[in-house]
């Protein structure tokens, strides 16, 4: 227990379910949700059928790569949740820092949450919430890791991890996500340690100070990358006298 009273959260709380093959470990862990599953439940599969990115997009999810997603069941007050893609970037970044070469190229995260290594894209991360009929929130951590298989990427350079040296297997790369993830959700603390997550995530930060264009749903914007605020949200500095921080958006350098 804590000092306060709160349980600390530790790898024996996670379970793990492994799949040959499946349309979206996202999905998978949905259905679990809608069907009564507590949460803390990994689903991991070789190949996923139908994988998806943020908004929409599709998710080639060929063999020889880690897809992977966590079912967290009411992690933290709705007010709290908009820290939690931070936190994860954080778990996934370290645990691909342990399977990286030492002469591989930079490990950075572009915000919000894609791991590049040497400004290159290897990993996304699709987080989905859910409110079921019981009354609970399901959220749902997608994690896709390019580890020997690099698809295209019409918007941005892509990369994977046998390119950088490294000859770690997708059930290698699992087992410290595994551990990074239980670590790092600890420090968030329910969306308490904000404030420590957003320290962590600055230190490993893609391009701040840097001018970067944004792409909004309606709108395109550019500026200089001011960094983070402490809620996580993207720092724009539009040259006009004024910071304008930002929710979301697809990130762009130059």
Avoid at 104 to 110: I, N, R, S, W, Y
Wanted: net charge negative.
């Amino acid at each position: 227990m804590a000092s306060d009273g709160r349980r600390r959260m530790s790898l024996g709380d996670f379970r793990h379910e492994a799949l040959s093959e499946t349309s979206s470990t996202n999905s998978e862990c949905l259905a679990r949700a809608r069907a009564g599953d507590g949460g803390n439940l990994w689903v991991t599969a070789e190949k996923q059928t139908g994988g998806r990115g943020r908004r929409g997009r599709l998710w080639v999810s060929e063999r020889g790569n880690l897809y992977a997603s966590l079912l967290l069941i009411d992690p933290a007050p709705m007010e709290r949740l908009g820290s939690l893609p931070l936190a994860i970037a954080v778990a996934v970044h370290q645990a691909i820092r342990r399977v990286l070469p030492l002469g591989a190229e930079p490990l950075e995260v572009k915000w919000p949450n894609d791991i590049l290594i040497g400004r290159k894209k290897t990993c996304g991360i699709l987080v989905e919430g859910e409110g079921l009929p019981d009354g609970r929130y399901a959220l749902i951590v997608g994690i896709g890791i390019n580890i020997s298989v690099m698809p295209d990427n019409p918007l941005y350079p892509v990369t994977c991890l046998r390119q950088q040296g490294s000859a770690a297997s997708p059930e290698e790369l699992f087992a410290h996500l595994f551990a990074t993830t239980a670590e790092v959700l600890e420090i968030w603390d329910q969306g308490r340690g904000i404030g420590d997550i957003t320290a962590l995530w600055r230190a490993i930060a893609c391009g701040i100070g840097e001018k970067i264009t944004v792409n909004l749903p309606d709108r395109s914007i550019s500026g200089q990358f001011a960094g983070i605020d402490d809620n996580g949200l993207l720092m724009l500095d539009t040259g006009t006298g004024r910071i304008m921080p930002i929710a979301a958006g697809d990130v762009f350098f130059g």
